[in-house]
DNA sequence: GTTGAAAAGAGCATACA
DNA sequence: TGTATGCTCTTTTCAAC
């Protein structure tokens, strides 16, 4: 897939908003074309791996889940991307960044029920073989679904 | 809502795997209830806003934002969620985790096209009146949709 | 709180431009 | 590639358990 196009785009956004409910006719009607080319194009983001999936936003406090941490670690360079395979196993860990820049390059994000996940979680990054630089925890995560995909094109409301 | 029983985890736990494509029916085979009480739950479930939406999960890379960024900034705790509301309209911002503990207590994650993104958005946010530790750019971001809830009931495969 | 049935609507696959 | 049609499945609504 080389590039998007407006189309693509305004399909993008309206996904954002509703990536469960939002039917090909809405989003037609949206960016003004057929239901039909909205699933193939929608098809196509997802071939090539630019769509990965469709996640519910979980408010994990409300539903009993009322630790989220964030793990701010160091990897060797060379091992990083292995050990994030690993990461990723830990159970309590939903999502791991890779940074580019800085020294302090992996970021985890968990949760979990009890502060016995916090030691849990810290002892079975540790094992994996990163140092952890901080431990803290989450207050409040505001997601703001990206939508700057073609504003032009497909305006709310 | 008082608190989420294994019918509630089953269906949240199949709603990770695939927010868009999964159906009711689906869901009620895999939790043993009808397709029906599947569709009360997920109201109630969205009600509480135990689930506030859903949303594809994008690769910014190939949908040519080639620049994730993470920002990790110390906002005066009285202020802070004062500040996030505004943090949150900055363009390009798709994330932001305000930290109970540790003094870098503001984290944003933001996406754009090329350096000026960069140059940008640490200008809104330092206007904004937060002071910034450290801006890092992003080499991968791994999502693991939390698949913990009902684990027993709704085996995966 | 859960279930089942009828009506409306959406999705998929095929064929066509 | 983008678009239109027919068939199937899902969702919705409402009444009943």
């Given at each position: 897939?080389r ?14 908003a ?22 193939n ?28 941490m ?8 060379s091992?990083?991307?292995a050990?994030?395979?690993?990461i ?21 994000e968990a ?21 952890i630089?901080?431990v803290?925890?989450?207050k409040?995560?505001?997601v ?14």
């Open positions: 897939m590039e998007l196009d407006d189309v693509d785009r305004g399909i993008l956004h309206v996904l954002q509703d990536a469960r409910g939002a039917t090909a006719a809405e989003m037609g009607d949206r960016v003004g074309v057929s239901p039909s080319t909205v699933r194009r929608i098809g196509r983001l997802e071939e090539a791996d630019i769509v990965r999936g469709y996640h519910p936003d979980i408010d994990y406090e409300r539903a009993g889940y009322q630790l989220q964030m793990l701010l670690c160091r990897a060797p360079v091992e990083r991307s050990l994030v395979e690993n990723m196993r830990v159970h309590g860990v939903v999502a791991v960044r890779e940074m580019l820049t800085g020294t302090v390059n992996v970021h985890i949760v979990g029920e009890s502060s016995d996940a916090v030691d849990r979680i810290t002892g079975e990054v540790t094992r994996l073989g990163l140092e630089e901080s803290d925890l989450v409040r995560v505001h703001r679904p990206f939508n700057h995909f073609g504003e032009l094109r497909a305006e709310d409301g």
